[in-house]
């Protein structure tokens, strides 16, 4: 009887053990995978600014090519921070799909989207264009901009008009 006893407190034991351990295993888990599917995500997205000119006194338009493997929806560069202005004074410039443009904005189109799949490819150049009136009014100058998109992956440029 004591011999029966000892295995079902045995038994018993084991149940609250695995009962209180196996949600903070499955919990552990499902963690590990939300981050290794971030990190993943992050390598394997990347951006290059290739190309940055002055328009007008108001308007510039930036090339930026995609040279990950990641495809990037449209909501997700819609997401993207753009950070812009002279060195020193520079300011978070929002996104906005109006037209006309509206000052302190910024939109896009995508030059190479051959498949038309409302996605930036890997190899396809985004075309930003940022209004922030009079900002080339006083030349030449020293500019800096950055590309923020919506996991944390950027690329800046420091260029002078």
Known sequence: ISTALLTIASVIAVAALVHTVYPSIMSMSSS?????????????????????????????????????????GYSAIEMSDVFFGPEGNFERIPYDNSIPLPNNRWNYTIENNNDNNYKWDPLETLKITIRKDNIYATSPRDYYLKIVLYNGVWDEDHFSI
Request: proline letters at 0%; a positive charge.
């Open 32 to 72: 590990f995978l939300t981050a290794t599917s971030t990190v993943s995500d992050r390598i394997e997205t990347d951006l290059k600014i290739i190309y940055v000119v002055n328009q007008s006194i108001n308007l510039t338009n930036v090339w930026v090519k995609n040279i990950g493997k990641n495809s990037i």
